[in-house]
């Protein structure tokens, strides 16, 4: 065999040897589109959009839970009118008081709840004062805490609800003390039949025994009949009246209301409770 066939022989079995060992390879051909290759799909948690959902739902609640400077001074107002509420502090100091902050608060925030609240009771409060005051028979403090009451909130309809029931305790107690000096007078009468002296009791003014029970308010009401026809008729006057120390308060009170004259008076320490006018 010459070397040229040889060689040609030697080529031939070169690669047929080399087409034998070459396998083909299927899954490194490269896909075409539409094919899906045979690998496992890794797929997205579901839990990202709803971590997502979460965190916009917590900001807006952290946008409404977020108060303006505005507001944070509004709340403070009305913290600060709830603490001197509490102390008792409802319209002095000036510079300190509960109605101050509430008005303020208001003057804020018009309609304001806590503010409007605060401010009915302040006025709740001094009418409750008004009350005890003038179930005490002190009148005066009563309308002076009604006073008080109409500055912080004048068209409170308590304030007048509250007035009325004092008017009207006061009258049934003047309404009481003057049926006691009826009733004493009555008796008086009735133990004297002399006629000329049932006409002298005219100028006689019976007067309940319990007077000085009374405020001072209904015991000048009780006293200016007495007064007004001491003044027309000048007269002096007798004061018949168990304690020497009542009787002379009750000459001292007429006295005063009697400036153009002065007003003699004589004194009889007995029980009949009673003041008289007599002829010169």
């Not at 010459?2 to 060992?21: D, G, I, M, P, V």
């Not at 051909?29 to 890794?42: F, K, R, S, Y």
């Not at 507001?71 to 502090?89: N, P």
Request: charged share 30%; glycine share 4%; net charge negative.
């Amino acid at each position: 065999m010459n070397k040229k066939l040889f060689s040609l022989l030697f080529s031939a079995l070169f690669l047929t040897a080399c087409q034998q060992n070459l396998a083909p390879v299927k899954d490194q051909e490269p896909l075409l589109e539409g094919d899906h290759a045979p690998t496992q799909q890794v797929e997205e948690p579901k839990t990202i959009e709803a971590a997502a959902d979460g965190k916009l739902e917590a900001k807006e609640k952290n946008k409404e839970k977020t108060i303006s400077a505005f507001e944070k001074i509004t709340l403070g107002l009305i913290e600060r009118g709830e603490q001197a509420l509490a102390a008792r502090r409802l319209l002095t100091p000036e510079e300190d008081n509960a109605n101050l902050y509430f008005q303020a608060a208001l003057g804020r925030d018009p309609g304001n709840f806590e503010a409007t609240q605060g401010i009915a009771n302040i006025v709740e409060l001094y009418g409750e004062w008004a009350w005890q005051a003038a179930q005490g028979r002190n009148y005066r403090q009563a309308s002076r805490y009604l006073e008080s009451a109409r500055s912080v909130n004048s068209q409170d309809p308590l304030i007048n609800e509250i007035d009325l029931r004092i008017q009207d305790l006061q009258q049934k107690r003047l309404d009481e003390a003057r049926h006691a000096a009826q009733q004493q007078k009555k008796k008086t009468l009735a133990a004297n039949d002399d006629q000329e002296q049932s006409k002298q009791q005219e100028n006689v003014y019976f007067l309940p025994k319990e007077l000085f029970s009374l405020s001072d308010d209904e015991v000048l009401e009780l006293l200016q009949p007495i007064i007004d026809k001491v003044n027309e008729q000048r007269a002096p006057i007798a004061i018949s009246w168990a304690k020497d120390k009542e009787a002379r308060l009750l000459y001292q009170i007429i006295n005063s209301r009697t400036p153009e004259f002065r007003l003699r008076a004589m004194i009889f320490h007995r029980t009949d409770y009673k003041i008289e006018l007599q002829q010169d």
